[in-house]
């Protein structure tokens, strides 16, 4: 029995260790083949571990600039930044004695240290540092969207378990400005920020940029090891977008149309300025409006200058009396009957303004000048003729898009199939067309007949390498008039402003002629499809130029149902808009005044260079010239001056002089704005401005010393509307406002 039950036991010792041994040798083989190899099941473990202890980023790509014609920024990345505490104790858990835990370990020093930064009470905080159970905490509004600065701040502070998660954000530093031009970006679901419209969506693929990457290896507390195999792809930038506009013109713009959207609560206005030579848009805005950093109840996504066909109106008569001036086929002074107006084979008959009365009999050229319906549709139906004047709308490009290089443009509709539709389209009723359609039609008028595309991107540059990869030039987008012709059709639309009879007196600029013509469209009532009645129930608008003779600028401007006091005329918004943007912007591009009587009567100078004379000799030679030389500084040698030599300046004009030395405030009372602006470039001033015709009232008072990059605001206005001063230069306002004060 026991020598059974021996041999039972050693038979089960024997199996046992002959199992053991196979899974000894396996094992060993295993361990054996591993090292040899360096790999398992087909895994290279070195590189395996590598993968482990490498950590990878994505570095982004910075998104590229927007600027406007003079490289001022409209547009770009500024990171900001969301701040976290890790309050989860075995993150830290296997962090060194010495070394600062990995989590907020002291509650109540960082909420005190983070309270002031953040904005945020200390309680606040320190409830959400108390949670218990999540690994991480947030401190809601307050710690998200963080600038560069505010995390310096904390991180300074060195606080324990405070990270921080950066986000791409766009920034646009003037707000509420050209916002329909320059769009905005919003991230798509892999985060990164995608242009949603305007520039930003146009130029999305130049803009953009390529992310780059990095990785390195690092131990188990992140640091970087001594040998970290660090791997760097750089990231290509996205490129920068020049655009047209001009900052300080938009500027102009923006304001207006804030002042008198406050002023007159309409129900939509459009605005857009354009260098009629070249077709270069300087401005361009809506109202409704948006802040494109804030995003929020945007009310018109639509960019309705290229966007919204609407029935012009009457600024339509311009290519109506343009078309038959170059046909050959139009008499100014032959007269016509006034009133009303029914075409053959037509049963409804056409009005003018007055409520049909007319004028009686009236030629041509007054018809213009007093918006005639009449005389437009006898201009089209009798002189041109139907398929005359259809081939001419054509030539103007009044039935398709311009081809502007922004997204979303729309084109008009031409209703053109009976005769009321003819005559109808001749002032501006039924056919559609679009703000930015109107103006590139005008340029032919502005331009001597050659008719320019409009444009908004003026390049794009590589900002690595400075390379220009895309230019744009002025391009002739047809010569549908003669030069001619658009020389007689200026002078008509002179007299709609500078007439006795002209219905666009009101548009009239102090120092610059101008030429244009005003439009009082109708408004279709989408429930009853009647055009609509009531005092402010239209679109009041105005297309001009300006100087007439040789515009350098042409402005469109409208203004959609304007709430009007009993008093005020309708045109009396847009004309506010015109009047301050034209007038501000042409003395700012230094374009020479060309109305005012003065000036008629005073004989042209050549000027000549007196740079590196004396102060002395200099003055003297410009005196002797018939010009008013003013010093700026103590030296006594001329070093700069303005205007530039070798122009043709006005008898009397300022010639402005730089020496070195200290440069002090003049009194600027009665300077025009040409004036203060050459002080301000040679003096290093930046010259803010307000109103229009001369100086009134300066920020810095006469006789301070000027330092460079020091801002002047000058307060201007038109003779007629400035106080008289006394003797100690008080004004009776001001007068009476010390009195008031003292009282």
């Known amino acids: 029995m026991a020598a059974r039950k021996s041999k039972s036991t050693h038979r089960v010792a024997k199996l046992l260790m002959f199992f053991f041994t196979i899974v000894f040798t396996v094992l060993f ?32 790509a910075e998104r590229g600039n927007i600027m406007d014609r003079n490289g001022m920024t409209l547009a770009y990345d500024r990171p900001t930044y969301t701040v976290q505490a890790i309050i989860d104790e075995t993150y ?71 990270i921080f998660s950066e986000e791409p954000t766009r920034f646009y530093p003037n707000g509420t400005f050209a916002s329909h031009i320059l769009g905005f970006t919003q991230a798509d679901e892999t985060g990164e920020l995608t242009g949603a419209m305007g520039i930003e969506e146009q130029k999305e693929e130049l803009l953009k940029g390529e992310d780059g990457a990095i990785s390195y290896e690092r131990d188990k507390y992140n640091d970087k090891l001594l040998d970290p195999n660090e791997v760097i792809k750089e990231p290509d930038d996205g490129s920068n977008v020049y655009l047209t506009i001009d900052q300080k013109v938009q500027t102009f713009l923006e304001d207006a149309m804030s002042k008198v959207n406050e002023q007159y609560q309409p129900k939509s206005m459009t605005a857009v300025v354009m260098d009629p030579k070249t077709g270069e848009i300087l401005a361009l805005s809506n109202r ?10 945007i009310q018109n996504w639509y ?50 303004h007055n409520n049909g009365e007319g004028w009686g009999a009236i030629p041509y050229d007054e018809g213009f000048a007093r918006s005639s319906n009449v005389a437009a549709g006898k201009v089209a139906y009798e002189m041109l003729g139907p398929e005359l004047y259809r ?143 009531g005092k402010g129930n239209h679109i009041f608008s105005f297309l001009g130029m300006a100087p007439a003779d040789d515009p350098e600028l042409m402005m469109y401007v409208s203004v959609e149902q304007p709430e009007l006091e009993p008093t005020e005329v309708g045109n009396e918004p847009s004309s506010h808009i015109f009047k301050t943007v034209m007038e501000n912007s042409l003395h700012y591009l230094d374009i020479q005044p060309d109305k005012s009587n003065v000036v008629k009567k005073m004989k042209q100078v050549d000027l000549t260079d007196v740079t590196e004379m004396s102060v002395t000799k200099a003055k003297k030679e410009l005196s ?120």
């Open 288 to 297: 409704p409006s948006f802040n494109p950093n804030l995003r929020s109840n």
């Open 624 to 743: 002797q010239a018939g010009l008013e030389p003013f010093v700026l500084g103590s030296g006594g040698e001329v070093t700069e001056m303005l205007p530039m030599p070798n122009q043709s300046l006005l008898e009397g004009e300022r010639v402005f002089l730089k020496t070195n030395g200290t440069i002090r405030m003049p009194d600027l009372t009665g300077w025009s704005l040409r004036e203060v602006l050459n002080f301000g470039k040679l003096s290093g001033l930046k010259v803010n401005y307000i109103g229009n015709g001369f100086v009134y009232d300066q920020g810095i008072q006469p006789d301070a010393k000027i330092t460079e990059d020091t801002y002047l605001t000058v307060d201007l206005k038109p003779p007629n509307e400035q106080a008289p001063k006394d003797e100690d230069g008080q004004t009776e306002e001001d007068e009476e406002e010390t009195i008031e004060n003292e009282e």
């Open 303 to 352: 960019n309705d200058v290229i966007a919204r066909p609407f029935e012009p109106g009457s600024t339509m008569k311009i290519f109506t009396f343009a078309s038959a001036i170059d046909a050959g086929v139009y008499n100014g002074e032959a007269s016509f009957q006034s009133g009303s107006y029914q075409p053959d084979g037509s049963s409804d008959d056409i009005h003018d």
């Open 29 to 60: 083989g295993r361990f054996v083949y591993i090292q040899a190899t360096g790999q398992i099941q087909g895994v290279d473990l070195e590189q395996w571990a590598k993968k482990k202890r490498t950590s990878s980023y994505t570095l982004s």
């Open 391 to 533: 081939e001419y709308l054509e030539k103007f490009n009044l039935t398709k898009e311009t081809g502007i290089d922004l997204p979303g443009e729309a084109s008009g509709r031409l209703v053109y199939d009976t005769p009321l539709d003819v005559i109808t389209t001749s002032f501006g009723q039924a056919t559609t067309v679009t703000p930015i359609q109107q103006l590139m039609a005008a340029s032919a008028v502005a331009n001597d007949g050659k008719m320019m595309k409009p444009y908004v991107i003026s390049e794009v540059i590589d900002p690595d390498t400075g390379d220009t990869l895309e230019e744009k030039k002025s391009e002739v987008a047809g010569e549908p008039i003669s030069s001619d012709a658009a020389k007689q059709t200026r002078q008509l639309m002179e007299k709609v402003v500078h007439s006795e009879e002209g219905t666009g007196k009101v548009y009239a600029l102090n120092d610059y002629t101008v030429a244009g013509k005003t439009g009082t469209a109708q408004i279709v009532d989408p429930e009853t499809r009647r055009y609509m009645t």
């Open 92 to 162: 830290s858990k296997d962090v060194p004695s010495n070394r600062d835990p990995l989590h907020v370990d002291d509650i109540d020093k960082t909420a005190q240290a983070l309270a002031p930064i953040l904005g945020m009470e200390e309680s606040e905080i320190h409830a959400r540092l108390e949670k218990e159970g999540p690994f991480q905490v947030e401190f809601g509004s307050k710690g998200t969207n963080l600038s560069q600065d505010q995390k310096d701040k904390i991180e300074e502070l060195e606080l324990p378990g405070i």
